[in-house]
């Protein structure tokens, strides 16, 4: 894994990808998970490079209580306290109850190469791509006369060039939203009419930090992915006794995501605490970087949005994956893309996270957000 060649030169600050830290399935498993063959160089459609994922059966949750869903078809085990102890004798088991383990198509890869992987089969497959910000639309409801249509659809998107004050205005038969942690903020831009931008998209960005620490005496090869009882989580980066980690603060302590600067004292006052209370090795630990990026956080449920606008004809979301969208990719992309082409889901069914939920304000809440 190769993420902290990511934090040193993040090419984006507003592309939540190249800067997260693991794979894993879904924890609810709303979208099947099928990468590590496929990382492999085996799948006919997408070859992303093989080195670029590591680690199987990697993926160890702590829980407080028996919470764990395995009718979906993770392959996972589920140990006592004491088969965690023996498994893994570096852990203080205080406080678990039961612990998930999974048993394949776990692990973790450099998101970057990940992306650049997709972009370089999407590009050989004839996409052609440019790159500028949507900053406005116009559409089907600026040429109507009152009285305000109830539905629109848009024609175009002004895509504003770097380091330019003017725009280009591209005509689209088809947009999908996939701003990540501003998808929300795009749908409040110029010339969408606000009737019709109901209900609003609640994705907002939200600052989260990774912190990378040495530690000689820590869990050592077999450290597998683990998301501790507390919310904190960590995992071995690479070799050599390199870890890191991080913690999901609570809703009322939320940094301020106006940018991405560290606050290091989270990491002493809240990480460490409960990184060594869980692994007691990493009581004495040396930090040694640190990043911060934007979860795309979708504040209704924690959930992605997916398919299309109930208001805008030609516009689709693939958005609001709340810290889970790398592994949520593939999958999302396969189904809005059968959305655009063929009009319909075909292998993978997701109307459960599409926009009628929003619209009915019934959740599909999320739990295992860290
Ligand atoms: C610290 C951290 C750890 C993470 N760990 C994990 C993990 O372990 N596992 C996991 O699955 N996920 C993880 N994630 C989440 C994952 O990175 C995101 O969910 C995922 O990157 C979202 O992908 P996306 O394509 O929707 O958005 P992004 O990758 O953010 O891409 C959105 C793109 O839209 C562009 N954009 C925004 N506004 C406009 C506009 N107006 N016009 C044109 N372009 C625009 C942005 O520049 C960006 O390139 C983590 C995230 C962070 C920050």
Same mark, same amino acid.
């Given at each position: 894994m190769n993420t902290l060649g990511c934090q040193m030169s993040p090419p984006s600050t507003s592309s939540s990808s190249p800067l997260d830290t693991c794979s894993s399935p879904p924890p609810r498993t709303l979208l099947p998970w099928r990468p590590p063959s496929s990382c492999r160089g085996g799948g006919p459609t997408w070859d992303p490079p093989e080195e670029g994922f590591q680690g199987l059966g990697v993926i160890l949750t702590l829980l407080h209580m028996l919470a764990i869903p395995r009718d979906e078809g993770a392959q996972v085990t589920l140990l006592s306290p004491t088969q965690l102890k023996e498994k893994f004798p570096w852990i203080n088991t205080e406080g678990v109850a039961v612990a998930s383990y999974g048993l394949e198509d776990e692990g973790w890869f450099d998101p970057w190469t990940l992306l650049n992987a997709f972009r370089r089969k999407a590009t050989s497959l004839g996409v052609q791509s440019c790159s500028g910000e949507v900053r406005a639309f116009v559409t089907s409801a600026n040429y109507m006369t009152p009285p305000a249509p109830s539905s629109a659809r848009i024609k175009y998107v002004h895509v504003y060039m770097p380091d330019s004050l003017e725009y280009q205005p591209v005509a689209c038969a088809i947009v999908v939203n996939a701003a990540g942690a501003w998808a929300g903020k795009l749908l409040e831009a110029e010339g969408l009419p606000r009737a019709l931008c109901r209900p609003p998209l609640p994705i907002q960005p939200r600052k989260r930090y990774v912190f990378t620490w040495h530690c000689p005496n820590g869990p050592g090869l077999s450290c597998p992915f683990l998301v501790d009882t507390s919310g904190a989580y960590f995992r071995r980066d *690479?070799? *050599? *006794?390199n870890y890191l980690g991080g913690m999901s603060p609570p809703e009322e302590e939320e940094p301020d995501p106006s940018d991405l600067s560290v606050d290091h004292d989270y990491f002493q006052e809240q990480v460490w605490p409960r990184l060594a209370r869980r692994v007691p090795a990493f009581e004495s630990l040396r930090v040694r970087g640190s990043w911060a990026g934007y979860y795309d956080y979708n504040t209704f449920d924690q959930n992605g949005v997916l398919g299309p606008h109930p208001r805008l004809e030609n516009l689709f979301s693939a958005a609001g994956f709340s810290g889970h969208g790398l592994q949520h990719a593939p999958a999302a992309g396969r189904a809005v893309a059968e959305l655009v082409v063929k009009g319909r889901y075909e292998t993978l069914d997701l109307r459960r996270l599409g926009w009628d939920r929003l619209v009915d304000g019934e959740p599909l809440q999320e739990h295992g957000v860290v």
């Open positions: *690479g070799f *050599g *006794g």
